[in-house]
């Protein structure tokens, strides 16, 4: 059993990571808790402090309102094999809260929705999405803004090969829970060294033993484009990637890149927090 967290703030977007969280529980036998975070204000003049508090406890009891309205709401879509949990929280930091109640109900995954965009509106829109992914401890699932959950039965990891092994060692539990084929890909700069790289990863994936993965090693100086171009031909249902501290090769998997891919992937992103 898994437990998932879903923070929302009740707008359409968190309203679909909320049904494809559903129906990934529903697969998984999990548990999914729904969080609303109450910002408060920290520094106020003291004239002020009770009215503040007052404020903020009335936005407590509204958001507890809207969380069993959109639950009856959802349930409305789809069935749930289990009873949905609520919590609404005050912090003074949305990040923190995050944390801190994923490590509170031992989370195994964070559900959150993205929206593509461009410019000022990539800046605003989702941004808590992209932020959670680069802090958090716990895999977070970016669920894009039309995604429909038909399973995860094509999952493209998308690999530097630094950590390999052990990445995939992370990953292969989720694709065995949904039957799925990884695609273990590696975007290669420039032609040099193909070869090798290829037998390398066919000896990773070798020595776990998991069958049903699929290696290939792409050249293409823009990475992203190419990984995208190939959760299209591959038709991917998932692409998993790893944050890393900034190496030069890792510009693909570093903070500001792994917030790129939740913004242009086509398909959900799963993002792990690769530890050192």
């Known amino acids: 059993m898994i437990n998932i967290l879903v923070p929302t703030d009740f707008s359409a977007l968190s309203k679909v990571a909320v049904l494809y969280a559903i129906k990934i529980a529903n697969q998984l036998d999990g548990h999914i808790t729904l969080l609303h975070v109450v910002t408060i204000t920290q520094t106020v003049r003291h004239s002020m402090h009770d009215k503040i508090k007052d404020l903020e406890d009335d936005l407590i009891t509204f958001a507890e309102r809207d969380l069993n309205k959109l639950i009856k709401e959802v349930c409305k879509s789809v069935k749930t094999t289990e009873p949905i949990s609520c919590r609404v929280v005050r912090a003074s930091d949305f990040h923190d809260a995050i944390k801190k109640e994923a490590k509170r109900l031992k989370t195994g995954l964070i559900v959150m929705g993205t929206k593509?965009?461009?410019?000022?509106?990539?800046?605003?829109?989702?941004?808590?999405?992209?932020?959670?992914?680069?802090?958090?401890?716990?895999?977070?699932?970016?669920?894009?803004?039309?995604?429909?959950?038909?399973?995860?039965?094509?999952?493209?990891?998308?690999?530097d090969l630094k950590n390999a092994e052990k990445e995939l060692k992370m990953l292969m539990p989720y694709a065995e829970n949904f039957g799925a084929t990884i695609h273990l890909l590696h975007i290669a700069p420039s032609g040099k060294d193909v070869e090798a790289l290829e037998e390398k990863v066919d000896k990773i994936v070798q020595r776990l033993g998991y069958t049903n993965v699929v290696t290939l090693v792409l050249v293409d100086y823009f990475i992203e484009g190419a990984i995208d171009q190939y959760l299209g031909v591959c038709k991917a249902d998932l692409l998993a990637m790893f944050t890393h501290n900034l190496t030069f090769y890792e510009k693909l998997f570093d903070r500001s890149m792994t917030r790129k891919m939740a913004f242009q992937s086509s398909v959900p992103l799963l993002a792990f927090k690769q530890k050192r």
């Open 116 to 159: 593509g965009a461009s410019g000022l509106k990539k800046a605003v829109v989702g941004s808590n999405t992209a932020s959670v992914i680069e802090l958090s401890q716990v895999p977070v699932l970016a669920v894009p803004e039309r995604a429909k959950f038909k399973g995860f039965k094509e999952i493209v990891y998308a690999s």
